[in-house]
Every structure is written in structure tokens, then in C-alpha cells.
């Protein structure tokens, strides 16, 4: 086995590890708290689950292979996800950092 083949062979192992603990914190989180009823959670897990569909994309490439016309229109199906949900977590930053400001400059508590 050569060195290439190796690095190869772990990039693949950590795939498959990425998968494993998106899908994992999507299942913790929604044990442990209503995710979906703030935007905030509700960002958490379309985030996570984004990198967890990117995850599973390089899988199904690994194990069909990736030349087909299907797979072509699933891995731009997975990408269109990925910017909509960081934009998103920009506009959730952006406005929890200025109502945060604006609490502290009234002397009131930052928002959280």
C-alpha cells in the first residue's frame, strides 16, 4: 500500500466519522432541546445537517461513483443548501450582536 493510498483511505474513514457525528449532534440535540422552535436552533441543525449532507454526498461518490447524470443533480441540490443556510446564520449573528449593543448601551442585560 502506498503513502498516497493511505492518505487516501483516511480522508475516506473521516467521511464517513464527519456523517457519523452530524448525525449524531442532530440526534442529541433534538433529545435534549426544542430545536426547532427558535431560529437560532432551527439554524443549528440545517447547518449541521448541510455538513452531514456534504458528508454523505462524498459516501454515495465513494460507493456508486460519481459520473452519472443523477448524481450530478444530487451534489447540486447538496450545494445549493450549504450557502442558504450560512447566509442565514450571518443574518442570526448580525441581529443578536445589535440587539445585544443596544441592551448594553440602554443598561439593560445583552440579548442572548
Known amino acids: 500500500m502506498t503513502q498516497m493510498q493511505v492518505i487516501y483511505d483516511a480522508g475516506n474513514i473521516l467521511v464517513y466519522v464527519l456523517a457519523g457525528v452530524c448525525l449524531l449532534f442532530v440526534a442529541v440535540y433534538s433529545v435534549l432541546a426544542p430545536w426547532w ?3 437560532v436552533g432551527r439554524n443549528q441543525v440545517e447547518l449541521v445537517g448541510a455538513l452531514g ?13 460519481g459520473d452519472a447524470a443523477w448524481f450530478a443533480w444530487l451534489r447540486l441540490a447538496v450545494f445549493a443548501v450549504i450557502p442558504f443556510a450560512v447566509v442565514r446564520r450571518t443574518v442570526l449573528l448580525v441581529g443578536l450582536q445589535l440587539r445585544s449593543r443596544r441592551a448594553t448601551r440602554r443598561g439593560g442585560r445583552p440579548a442572548r
Open 37 to 39: 422552535r427558535s431560529a
Open 53 to 65: 449532507l456534504i458528508a454523505a454526498l462524498a459516501i454515495v461518490r465513494q460507493l456508486a461513483g
